[in-house]
T-cell receptor, first 112, second 114 residues
Framework: SQKIEQNSEALNIQEGKTATLTCNYTNYSPAYLQWYRQDPGRGPVFLLL?????KEKRKERLKVTFDTTLKQSLFHITASQPADSATYLCALVNSGNTPLVFGKGTRLSVIA | DAGVIQSPRHEVTEMGQEVTLRCKPI?????LFWYRQTMMRGLELLIYFNNNVPIDDSGMPEDRFSAKMPNASFSTLKIQPSEPRDSAVYFC????????????FGAGTRLSVL
């Protein structure tokens, strides 16, 4: 069966450290993968997109990697801040014109 | 643009009542999506439209759920009759179909069915 799994429901890290979130998928052939941020009481907000032929993408303190052999994407936040505390969702588009499929998310707490 | 607008933000109703959720997508977007989010199941796609036409409603849990998109700027999700297990946050999102499926979400409607 098809699955998208985000490594943990919750992750606590110290301010200033690098947060690493994992997204694994099974039985998908994604054309690209996206990461979203969701704050309490709000809808998800798009952060980054990475294509299947890209290894890494960066945006300010964010970095995403995509390994189609391991069927995994890693999402890094460097120099994390309490304001980075939120739930982060990965989502993928399978090959073809299909809609996004979302993981359940990882709730990140950055402790000052 | 004001973004995707959903109404109401909160809805409390009694079992058996009809519930209608509303969504106004971003102007110029031609795809619209309805999701349901719960702690247990995460974000689930219920139905999506391209150019106002329903493309895939396989995520709609039961016949009690229906969705319409009468024009490019308005969509509704209706639950009739509502049940306590329908309690969740319902999100509407829109995207430009040729824009790598980047989705823009509304703030959601928190539905409580008592």
């Amino acid at each position: 069966s098809q699955k998208i799994e985000q490594n943990s429901e919750a992750l606590n890290i110290q301010e200033g450290k690098t947060a690493t979130l994992t997204c694994n998928y099974t039985n998908y052939s994604p054309a690209y993968l996206q990461w979203y941020r969701q704050d309490p009481g709000r809808g998800p907000v798009f952060l980054l997109l990475i294509r299947e032929n890209e290894k890494e993408k960066r945006k300010e303190r964010l970095k995403v990697t995509f390994d189609t052999t391991l069927k995994q994407s890693l999402f890094h936040i460097t120099a994390s801040q309490p304001a980075d505390s939120a739930t982060y969702l990965c989502a993928l588009v399978n090959s073809g014109n299909t809609p996004l499929v979302f993981g359940k998310g990882t709730r990140l707490s950055v402790i000052a | 643009d004001a973004g995707v607008i959903q109404s109401p933000r909160h809805e409390v109703t009694e079992m058996g009542q009809e519930v209608t959720l509303r969504c106004k997508p971003i102007s110029g977007h031609n795809s619209l999506f309805w999701y349901r989010q719960t702690m247990m199941r995460g974000l689930e796609l219920l139905i999506y439209f391209n150019n106002n036409v329903p493309i895939d409603d396989s995520g709609m849990p039961e016949d009690r759920f229906s969705a319409k998109m009468p024009n490019a700027s308005f969509s509704t999700l209706k639950i009739q009759p509502s049940e306590p297990r329908d309690s969740a946050v319902y999100f509407c999102a829109s995207s430009f179909a040729r824009g790598k499926n980047i989705q823009y979400f509304g703030a959601g409607t928190r539905l409580s069915v008592l």
